[in-house]
Each structure stands twice: as structure tokens, then as C-alpha cells.
């Protein structure tokens, strides 16, 4: 048989191959965690940075009377080495509760003595470039932000009832428009329609805030212009209390809830929904004991949402029990010892996988961990930010098939890139790879096998506008030549990505 068919055959084996990889459920890749100058440490909100690595935000805590914490953040690199960690504090109160990555630095949200606080850090050092903070009153804070055009949204809470609660602090929304230094521009109350104001995104020109309503009884999403007016608001829940913690945007414009419900429940579980960009519901679900203790002591408490590539989301959790009268051990553990809890749902609702994590899939004896948020890695995994009472990093694989990321392969990203098929393909020694860049940018540009997992990485620098061509002989890391299959070329440029399939015959 010639080569020409034996190339066909290859072809449709491999592809038959596909969904096999596309089903299965995530591995391990590795976990470190980091504490501040305070005796214990939590994190919030952690995101994956455009250099490939990872950053944390939260406090860490001084237990002496009075107790006192620091506004705490750490930055790791691609396998989880600490490049710095930073802590800023005023007073005794200080909360780090999100941040987001800006061209030329980080962009905390948080508190610094009760009063809401904006904080951008360099990308090098975690040295402050700016340091801004506003009362709006009471004990107040920021608790999430989004880019804009000209400036920054800022969302969070006034007037809290239970000052020193991280999460539920019982206060009043409200909404701050700030230019690219953190000073703001305008301010407006959204008390009237929003408790605790807890994450803001924004899609086609418009802008979404979710939260807890008043005494948290529902999840709350508005829609408002990108001036502040309010366009409609509406709540999801039932006859219980639901606590919103988490949302989601994907590029379709479709939105994601997440948290937890007592609604219908043996005691808390998670709760997560999906909504059209008009705020109907697609599809709720509530899940939860995912180590099959008796559901009437387990807590399942959800911090964290990411869409995913198909339609559907991932939800991280923590799921324990916290009653001195009750304790069981099984197989999978004991209900007094704390997990993390990883739900995947489809673009239906439907589980494709639910897993939990511990200290004694590290080969560690087990403490409590639980899962306070998730981001999505461009290799096709995950890093978890775990409450361990330090800052865990938890590197997850195989958490949304990347096979599925190959979708309009030959759309222009506008102002950044354009990735073109690899020549030739299927390739035997050597394969070129093209990509065409609009502007000056840090680029990245990896392989990956079926299983998401990164063979090499061909291109890690700043890059001129232009044409740039590179090669690559179906070599790892390690200098050895891979076996033939389908493997995946990855481009991420400014926190855009891009992947295109090609295939190495031996």
C-alpha cells in the first residue's frame, strides 16, 4: 500500500479518536501554595496571565486580638515557581478581592481600611503604580472590574451590616466609572436594585452585573448602558436563600451564574445557571455531596464560573460538612475534611464529569481544601486557586477538549493576528507554521498533543509587525522525536488565542 493511502487511513483512525479524548476527565499536573507575613492566607480570584503564568489575590490573616488582615497577591510563572508576592495594607481591614490584567500591569480591586480601593501593580516587580480609594460609605469595597473603552467599571458594595464578612458583607451595590489612573469620573447607587454587587462584565456595548440580592435570597443580574443606566434587572432562585459568587460571559453572549442554593435542597448545594444575553433561562442545575456522605451535613459552596468552548461551564466548589455532630468516612474520604469540587456541565446542563481534589491526590495527609476559583488555561487545562490556609495553586489538564477550540480557523483577530494552516500537513520532518501580527506583541506560540498537554513551546518573545515563519521537526522538550498522531499549534497574543490542527506521520 502506498504512503498516500496510508496517510488516509492514519487520517480517519485519528479522527475517529477524537471524542475518546474529548470525554475523558481532567489530570493532575501540579500543586504549590504560598502564605503572607499573617498567619494563615485566602484567596479570591486568580487569573491566567498573557506571559503564561498565574496570579492570586486575596489577604492573609493576623489572629492576634484585634484580628487584621492585608491585602495579599502572588504571582507564579507557567510551573509554579513564585516570581513576587506583594502586601498592602491600611489600617486593620483590607480585602483583595479581584484583578484583572491591563497591558502594562494588574489591576486589583479590593478595600484598604473599609474604603473601596483600586491598585495597579507592576507586571515585573508587584511594585504599586498607582493606589486609589474611595468612600462611598460605611465599610465599603470594590469587589470586581472591567476594561472599557477610556477607562475601568468598578462594582461592589456600601453601607455593610456584617463589616468584616469576605464574601456576604450585607451592604448596598453600587457601581463607580473610572479613567486608566483609577480616578473616578462618576459613581451611581445601585442599592435599590442590588445587595452586595459581585462581579461585571461587559458584551456588545453594554454592561452586566451579578450579586445577591438583599438578605441573599436570590441571584440578581442587571443590564445597564455603558454610562450606568439601568436597561432591566432580574432575579433566579427559589423558596431558599441562593448566594451569586461567580459569572461568565462566552463569546455567543451567553451567561453564566454560579453559587449555591438551599431552594429544594438538603442543605446547601451548587447552583448554577445559564442564561440567554437577554437574561432567560437556558438551563439551571443544582448539584452537590459528590463523596455520597448523608446530603443533610454537606455544604457544596460554588466561588467560581468559567463558559467553556462548548456551550457549557465549569464551576469550582468547596464541599465539606461543618457539624461537630455528624462525621462519616468512606472510600473517598471523610465529610469533615473539606474538598475542591470541579463540576463540568455541557452546553445543555448535562454533567460530563464532577471531580473532587485533596491533599492526598498530591501524596500529602489530608486537610481541608477547597476550590474558591478557576481559570482557564491556554492549554486546554485549568488552575484552581485553593483555600488551604495559604494560597494553593492547584494546575489542572483536560478540562475543555482543545480539539474543540478549532473553530473559524481562518478568522482575523482585529488589531492582533492571523494564524495560517501549518505547510505541509499531514507532515513527515519538518512542518512550517506562518502567522501574520498587526502590531508589536508579546507572542506565544506552543504544540500540543490530543491531551492537551504542551509537547513544546516554539516561540516565547516580543514579536515586530509582520509575516513570521517557523519550523518545527516533531521534537520535544526534552530533544526526542514524538511518536505520529494529530497535534495542535497555539498561538496567544494579548490574551487572544488561536489553535489549527495538523498531523506528523513517522
Known amino acids: 500500500m502506498d504512503f498516500f493511502h496510508l496517510r488516509k487511513i492514519f487520517i480517519k483512525a485519528v479522527y475517529l479518536m477524537i471524542p475518546i479524548f474529548a470525554l475523558s476527565e481532567p489530570g493532575f499536573d501540579w500543586f504549590v501554595s504560598y502564605n503572607g507575613t499573617g498567619e494563615e492566607s485566602m484567596g479570591h480570584f486568580i487569573i491566567e496571565c498573557e506571559d503564561g503564568g498565574f496570579l492570586q489575590v486575596g489577604e492573609t490573616y493576623f489572629f492576634t486580638e484585634p484580628i487584621t488582615t492585608k491585602l495579599y497577591v502572588v504571582k507564579i510563572d507557567i510551573n509554579g515557581e513564585k516570581i513576587w508576592d506583594k502586601e498592602i495594607n491600611i489600617g486593620g481591614h483590607n480585602l483583595g478581592n479581584s484583578v484583572i490584567e491591563a497591558v502594562d500591569g494588574y489591576i486589583i480591586f479590593g478595600a484598604l481600611n473599609e474604603n473601596s480601593s483600586i491598585i495597579k501593580l507592576s507586571k515585573s516587580d508587584g511594585s504599586i503604580i498607582f493606589n486609589k480609594s474611595y468612600d462611598y460609605g460605611g465599610t465599603d469595597a470594590f469587589e470586581n472590574g472591567v476594561l472599557v473603552s477610556g477607562g475601568i467599571v468598578a462594582v461592589g458594595y456600601y453601607n455593610a451590616q456584617d463589616a468584616y464578612n469576605t464574601f456576604y458583607t450585607e451592604g448596598l451595590g453600587h457601581i463607580a466609572f473610572l479613567n486608566n489612573q483609577g480616578e473616578q469620573v462618576s459613581n451611581k447607587d445601585l442599592g435599590s436594585y ?52 461567580a459569572m461568565d460571559i462566552n463569546e455567543q453572549g451567553e451567561i453564566f451564574l454560579a453559587g449555591h442554593t438551599t431552594s429544594g435542597t438538603d442543605n446547601w448545594d451548587v447552583y448554577t445557571i445559564k442564561l440567554n444575553i437577554n437574561g432567560d433561562m437556558v438551563w439551571e442545575q443544582k448539584n452537590g455531596n459528590p463523596r455520597g456522605f448523608d446530603p443533610q451535613y454537606i455544604h457544596d459552596e460554588a466561588w467560581g464560573i468559567k463558559a467553556t468552548n462548548d456551550g457549557g461551564c465549569v464551576t469550582v466548589a468547596g464541599t465539606g460538612d461543618e457539624y461537630d455532630n455528624y462525621s462519616e468516612c468512606n472510600t473517598s474520604g471523610c465529610s469533615d475534611i473539606w474538598n475542591a469540587y470541579l463540576i463540568k456541565y455541557d452546553q445543555d446542563g448535562v454533567i460530563s464529569w464532577e471531580s473532587t481534589y485533596s491533599p492526598s491526590d498530591i501524596g500529602e495527609e489530608d486537610y481541608d481544601w477547597a476550590g474558591e476559583d478557576v481559570a482557564l488555561t491556554s492549554d486546554g487545562g485549568a488552575v484552581i486557586a485553593i483555600d488551604n490556609g495559604q494560597f494553593g495553586f492547584l494546575k489542572l489538564n483536560n478540562i475543555t477538549n482543545i480539539v474543540s477550540i478549532i473553530e473559524n480557523q481562518d478568522k482575523l483577530y482585529p488589531y492582533q493576528f492571523r494564524l495560517k494552516q501549518n505547510y505541509p500537513n499531514p507532515f513527515n520532518s519538518k512542518t512550517i507554521i506562518k502567522f501574520d501580527l498587526l502590531e508589536t506583541a508579546h507572542t506565544i506560540l506552543n504544540i500540543y498533543d490530543l491531551e492537551g498537554k504542551r509537547v513544546i513551546t516554539l516561540v516565547e518573545q516580543t514579536l515586530n509587525p509582520g509575516t513570521h515563519s517557523f519550523s518545527w521537526d516533531g521534537i520535544n522538550f526534552n530533544n526526542h522525536k514524538i511518536s505520529s498522531g494529530v497535534y495542535f499549534y497555539y498561538i496567544k497574543i494579548k490574551g487572544l488565542t488561536q489553535a489549527k490542527k495538523m498531523i506528523l506521520l513517522n
Open 194 to 245: 442590588i445587595s452586595q454587587a459581585y462581579r461585571v462584565k461587559t458584551y456588545g456595548n453594554h454592561i452586566y452585573v451579578s450579586g445577591l440580592t438583599q438578605d441573599a435570597l436570590d441571584f440578581k443580574l442587571m443590564k445597564l448602558s455603558l454610562d450606568g443606566e439601568v436597561i432591566w434587572h432580574y432575579e433566579y432562585g427559589g423558596g431558599g436563600a441562593e448566594h451569586c459568587f
